[in-house]
Structure formats: structure tokens, C-alpha cells
């Protein structure tokens, strides 16, 4: 019997141990993974400095020309553009994923 207790407290220990280095690792990946966020974000704003004191950000966003070389970075095509494709992919997937949920519980009930 005290065998069998030293067995448990050896493998509460290492499981422990295991736990908290687990808990460190993913503090790390997280840690990194803003402090990425961070710096893609800190160089894209430096880099955009030059632009930003030429033209102010509503004429950027709400310009629709993007000829770059006549300086001229209209984003509102993009960001359109990215609106569009948005909502039909939500169309699309809302009527695939509710179809889905109506035919897996009305239709294919266990019983």
C-alpha cells in the first residue's frame, strides 16, 4: 500500500511538471504571436508615413483611383471588393450550414 501511494505522488508529480511546463510553452507561443501582431502593425504604420502626411486617411479610403505611380491609393475598390466577397460567402455558407443543421436534426434522427 505505501508502494502504490509513492507511485501516485510520483506521477501527480510529474504530471504537474508536465502541466506547468505546458502552461509556460503556451504563454511563450501566445507572448510572440501578439508581440508579432505588434510589430507587423508598428511597420506597416512606418511605412506608411510618408503617404499619410501627402494625403489624409479619408481621402485613402474613400478614393477610388489606385495608380500608384501618379500617387493617387484609392482603397475604396478593395475594400468593396472585399465586402462583396464577404456576403456572398455568407449567404453561401449560411444556406449550406442551416440546411445541414435542419437535416441532421429533423430529418436524421437516431430513434
Known amino acids: 500500500?505505501?508502494?502504490?501511494?509513492?507511485i501516485v505522488q510520483k506521477t501527480s508529480r510529474i504530471r504537474l511538471i508536465k502541466d506547468k511546463m505546458a502552461g509556460s510553452m503556451m504563454l511563450t507561443f501566445t507572448l510572440v504571436s501578439v508581440l508579432l501582431?505588434?510589430?507587423i502593425g508598428i511597420?506597416?504604420?512606418l511605412k506608411s508615413l510618408p503617404i499619410l502626411h501627402?494625403?489624409?486617411l479619408w481621402e485613402?479610403?474613400?478614393g477610388a483611383k489606385w495608380k500608384p505611380m501618379r500617387g493617387d491609393f484609392g482603397f475604396l475598390p478593395f475594400?468593396?471588393?472585399t465586402l462583396w466577397v464577404t456576403a456572398i460567402a455568407?449567404?453561401?455558407t449560411l444556406r449550406v450550414s442551416l440546411f445541414?443543421?435542419?437535416f441532421l436534426t429533423e430529418i436524421l434522427r437516431v430513434g
Not at 500500500?1 to 509513492?6: A, L, P, Q, S
Open 100 to 102: 445541414t443543421a435542419i
Open 60 to 62: 485613402l479610403l474613400s
Open 43 to 45: 511597420g506597416l504604420v
Open 37 to 39: 501582431v505588434v510589430l
Open 79 to 81: 475594400i468593396m471588393g
Open 90 to 92: 455568407i449567404l453561401w
Open 1 to 6: 500500500m505505501e508502494e502504490e501511494d509513492k
Open 54 to 56: 501627402d494625403k489624409s
